[in-house]
């Protein structure tokens, strides 16, 4: 009768928790721990402490299987991590390696710029030097040359040379400024102009009409075309021309002004010497 009391609440409990295949372990236990303390045991022990020990061994089943199922939930939380773990440490790794190939092509980059900087700022001073040389030759040249538009070219040169002096000018622009001054130059030697100078002429400071014929030669009449006179540049001087070159003189002031149509006019240039 007791046994049957026993097995009747062992069932109720399987029945109650559900862990039927975890149980039956335990049911074996009891069955080998009655088998072998006899009847006697068993009277002398009571279903009531005997239904305590099969309680307190579910009871602390229960326990472990929460804990194991606790974790297992933390297991795979933590399986799952270093799956995610894993999958960014090998997008960090291929991050890695483009930032160090990418680091790579900067430093190449970074040294080339370097290399031009260093041959950039080789250039930059022999160029000045070079300008400063072709300015202060360009100063000689106009000194020499016919005493044309002296103020003008003697200013150009007098800027050329501050702006050469200046730390802050790009050498671009220097350069620039002194090819704009060589092509002016240049244009001065095959073009024709009049422009008005007071100039000292037969010993007095006279305004007059200056015709440039190029760099050949400087003719000058006064305004109301009575007299004429050219430069003489073997003697450095303006100097009187006779009457009869008046006319010429003043044809060609007109074409020069393109007030006449272009035609021949004979002028007391003199000969030319190569120097």
């Known amino acids: 009768m007791h046994t049957s009391v026993v097995f009747s609440h062992l069932a109720f409990n399987v029945a109650t928790h559900g862990y039927l295949h975890k149980i039956v372990f335990l049911l074996a236990a009891v069955l080998f721990y009655l088998l072998s303390a006899g009847t006697t045991a068993l009277a002398e022990t009571g279903p009531h402490l005997l239904k305590e020990k099969v309680a307190k061994s579910i009871e602390i089943r229960q326990k472990t299987q929460k804990k194991e199922d606790k974790w297992a939930g933390e297991k795979a939380e933590l399986m799952a991590r270093y799956r995610s773990l894993k999958v960014n440490l090998g997008h960090l790794e291929t991050v890695r390696l483009r930032t160090e190939t990418a680091l790579s ?22 160029l000045q030097s070079y300008l400063e040389s072709v300015a202060t030759q360009l100063g000689e040249f106009i000194r020499r040359d016919l005493p044309f538009l002296a103020q003008e070219r003697a200013d150009r040169v007098a800027s050329i040379k501050e702006i050469l002096a200046r730390p802050d000018k790009p050498g671009a622009e220097k350069y620039r400024i002194i090819m704009e001054a060589l092509q002016i130059e240049t244009e001065y030697g095959r073009t024709v102009e009049v422009y008005q100078d007071t100039i000292d002429l037969d010993g007095r400071s006279v305004l007059l009409d200056v015709l440039r014929f190029g760099r050949l030669s400087l003719f000058c009449q006064t305004p109301d075309s009575k007299i004429v006179g050219h430069y003489d540049r073997a003697a450095g001087i303006w100097v009187l021309l006779p009457s009869k070159y008046r006319r010429q003189i003043n044809r060609a002031v007109e074409m020069a002004r393109r007030q006449r149509t272009i035609d021949l006019v004979k002028l007391p240039i003199g000969r030319i010497r190569v120097p």
Do not use: M, N, P
């Open 105 to 126: 092509v900067l430093k190449d980059r970074v040294a080339g710029f370097e290399r031009k900087a260093r041959e950039s700022a080789r250039i930059s001073k022999e």
